[in-house]
């Protein structure tokens, strides 16, 4: 009711003409500062997941001098500011050369793209050649990062809260974090210290649906996980294919790490799926370069509609996307298309060089701290660690908290960053691990900073020890 103010006739009171005024529903403003209350903000923003990568790049900013073990980022020595003029070159001379004349050059570049991505038959084809993954393109979408493709699986797929996404514990904050911003409380399946073992993931989903809840997905690094290191053994795979198939749930493979890890990598779950189980969430941050934020989802899973037409999953998170940022980056994915284009789409050969080096990197830190913690003192101390046969991390456990007031003091006191492992826990947990980056750093950074680290451990003990 226009007039009255309220929903309804019925609803219209004798306040309404009375000589008492209504009292408005909230206070009156204030002669205050203009200011909003953290508390009637979404709870996301209040959220330890979405703080804790806060205040670890603050700590890294504070402590310029430290070694820091902390970015999972490549490393920049490989990369060369006139390359992204070369790439973007040759992906127009690539249009040229199949027929696209100046003005749809220039409209490819400058102009809004297509929201499901302008280069998806060269990421089909990169696919077909370096992961024996044959999906056609339309079944692509291109994302700004991995980090949107996790966000458009989660929107699409938890569609109330009966539903339930299950993830690794621990886990890539990522996931987790874009889960929050949803309202989606995950549902986490402990790793074991050996790795994933799928009678848990079992286990959680029958407790769900006791619960009267619908498991939906599982969400999986199988290759060098970030946070763990882990790797996923090829049985073990087959075996959660199979169970995906008997409880009819999908598995949402995030594996950013194979490109850039030495040696033969194992199948991933996509290229070895059957029965369209596996939607594949991909990133070329690792692969190619981490500032073009280009990623992309290959969602091959039919979608049946209430007038019994059947489209792709695909189709369904591009009308996502198309409402959150409306299509990915023509400039971005150019520079992307032209290094494949210069790798004939095998991205496996463009990081051979930099998978032999990350292998180093990993090699030289386990070795390191071998040295600085020799067998008998490791047992004494109850100092372990993880070895990890690729990717960018490895976990290590300590005998004391390794919270945020351990790591400034490890900052502060003796110039090394790590990562709280318990960033990576959505139920708690890992309160004795520490999590270390080895990506990033030169070889005698490396070395440097693992005796850092041991004399900070060493004292540390003593400290927890009183």
């Not at 007039?3 to 408005?24: D, I």
């Not at 980022?73 to 490989?78: A, D, I």
């Not at 992309?296 to 059947?310: F, I, K, L, S």
């Amino acid at each position: 009711m226009a007039l009255t103010g309220t929903p309804s006739v019925a609803e219209a009171s004798a306040a309404l003409v009375g000589a008492e005024p209504a009292q408005p529903p909230h206070p009156a403003p204030t002669s205050q500062p203009a200011g909003l209350l953290k508390a009637e903000l979404h709870g996301s923003v209040s959220d330890p997941v979405l703080d804790t990568m806060n205040f670890l790049n603050e700590v890294t900013t504070r402590y310029p001098q430290a070694i820091s073990f902390a970015p999972g980022r490549p490393y920049e020595g490989f990369f060369d500011t006139e390359q992204i003029f070369t790439h973007l070159r040759r992906y127009v001379d690539h249009l040229e050369a199949q027929g696209a004349s100046p003005e749809q050059v220039r409209s490819t570049l400058f102009q809004y793209g297509p929201a499901g991505g302008q280069i998806r038959e060269l990421i089909a084809d990169s696919l077909r050649k370096d992961e024996n993954t044959d999906v056609a393109p339309e079944s692509i979408v291109v994302t700004v990062g991995c980090q949107e493709a996790m966000f458009l699986a989660v929107r699409a797929l938890i569609a109330g809260p009966e539903d339930v996404l299950l993830v690794s514990s621990p886990c890539y904050v990522g996931i987790t974090g874009a889960a929050r911003l949803l309202d989606v409380t995950p549902t986490a399946v402990p790793e074991r210290e050996s790795g994933f073992d799928c009678a848990d993931l079992e286990a959680a989903i029958l407790a769900e649906r006791a619960r009267g809840r619908r498991p939906r997905a599982f969400y999986v690094i199988p290759d060098h996980s970030n946070p763990s290191g882990t790797t996923m053994p090829l049985q073990t795979r087959l075996d959660l294919l199979d169970l995906a198939q008997r409880h009819d749930i999908l598995l949402l493979e995030d594996s950013p790490y194979r490109m850039v890890s030495p040696g033969q990598q194992l199948p991933t779950l996509k290229s070895l799926d059957q029965h369209r189980r596996v939607v594949q969430l991909g990133s070329l941050s690792k692969t190619l370069f981490p500032g073009a934020r280009v990623g992309y989802v290959v969602a091959d899973q039919p979608v049946v509609g209430a007038d019994d037409t059947t489209g792709l999953l695909a189709d369904e998170l591009t009308k996502i996307k198309s409402m959150i940022t409306v299509n990915t980056s023509a400039v971005s994915q150019a520079v992307v298309a032209g290094m494949l284009l210069a790798a004939d789409g095998r991205t496996s050969e463009l990081n051979s060089e930099t998978a032999a080096y990350y292998g180093d990197a990993m090699r030289v830190t386990l070795e390191e701290l071998a040295k600085q913690f020799p067998a008998a003192e490791r047992e004494a101390l109850g100092v372990r660690w993880n070895e990890p046969t690729g990717g960018f991390f490895l976990s290590l456990t300590v005998p004391f908290q390794a919270d945020n007031a351990a790591l400034i003091r490890s900052a502060e006191e003796f110039g090394v960053i790590w990562t709280p492992m318990s960033y990576f826990y959505p139920d708690g947990g890992g309160e004795h691990t520490v999590r270390l980056s080895v990506s990033y750093l030169t070889h005698q950074e490396i070395a440097d900073g693992a005796e850092r680290l041991a004399h900070f451990i060493k004292s540390q003990s003593q400290t927890a020890r009183g």
